[in-house]
């Protein structure tokens, strides 16, 4: 079972940008790998997602702002957020979607206030 590891998060102004962080301590070059959120009281969703080819989709809420990358040589995968909105105040997980969830790591608290 690979272990998920999320950094990177934290406080920040509407307008400002952070790196997010995704280590897995297994392979990850097989599968495609995505970022979810989850806000207070909402379900989790998916915000991006891409594929072992580099093919990349984002949540519409999110397109043009978020920007995802992989680097399986080092098991990683980032999640570049810019323009951030108080909406995108959540707790941010990494996975692999469309297969079976690997155990889901502890998220990384995103909070976009003024």
């Known amino acids: 079972q690979v272990q998920l590891v999320e950094s990177g998060g934290g406080l920040v102004h509407p307008g400002g940008s952070l790196k997010l962080s995704c280590a897995a301590s297994?392979?990850?070059?097989?599968?495609?790998m995505g970022w979810y959120r989850q806000a207070p009281g909402k379900q989790r969703e998916l915000v991006a997602h891409?594929?072992?080819?580099?093919?990349?989709y984002y949540l519409p809420s999110v397109k043009g702002r978020f920007t995802i990358s992989r680097d399986d040589a080092e098991n990683t995968v980032s999640l570049q957020m810019n323009s951030l909105k108080p909406e995108d105040t959540a707790i941010y997980y990494c996975?692999?979607?469309?297969?079976?969830?690997?155990?889901w790591g502890q998220g990384t608290q995103v909070t976009v206030s003024s």
């Open positions: 996975n692999r979607p469309f297969v079976s969830a690997w155990n």
């Open positions: 297994g392979g990850i070059f097989a599968y495609t």
């Open positions: 891409i594929s072992p080819y580099g093919s990349t």
